[in-house]
């Protein structure tokens, strides 16, 4: 049995899903970055004494950042502020799609490379093999959560 398409498979869907599994989101240190925020945006914003705040985005000045919270309307000074979080939506549903249709199609041309009886009866076990890593792979991608759109130096 030749293993080296095996191997080759492998060498191609390996380093593809490492690839697209870690998005590198780089910290912004700008507090002009923060005007990417629309009204209504759940935010997290983090002050100097370690207090973290969540509430929906309202105003951003020069001076400092509003935030509608259950308590009301709440403004906290630049100086103060270190870090500012956003809220985005998890998309785990979407990503274990992409990435079983990914892996269905990287295992096409095992199957197709193999197709002694037909091409549907060789080593048809390729397919929901790939389907399946790929799901995982995909469930593995984290797209929703907090992410830091804002540091201070």
């Known amino acids: 049995m030749n293993h080296s398409k095996y191997v080759l498979f492998l060498t191609l869907i390996l380093p593809t899903f490492a690839a697209t599994a870690s998005p590198l989101r780089a910290a912004k240190s700008r507090w002009e970055n923060l005007r990417i925020l629309h009204p209504g945006q759940l935010i997290r914003v983090v002050l100097n004494d370690g207090k973290s705040y969540e509430g929906a985005f309202q105003a951003l000045s020069d001076e400092g950042i509003t935030l509608w ?3 009301g309307e709440q403004t906290f000074a630049r100086n103060d502020v270190v870090r500012v979080y956003s809220k ?11 990435g ?17 009886n037909g091409w549907w009866v060789s080593d048809a ?5 790939g389907a399946v890593g790929g799901a995982g792979m ?3 991608v984290t797209t929703g959560g907090w992410h830091e759109i804002y540091r201070a130096h």
């Open 69 to 71: 919270r259950a308590a």
């Open 88 to 98: 985005s939506k998890n998309h785990l549903l979407r990503n274990m799609l992409i």
């Open 100 to 116: 079983g249709a990914i892996g269905a199609s990287l295992a096409l041309p095992v199957v197709l490379a193999n197709h002694r």
């Open 125 to 129: 076990w390729a397919w929901p093999l």
């Open 138 to 140: 995909g469930a593995l």
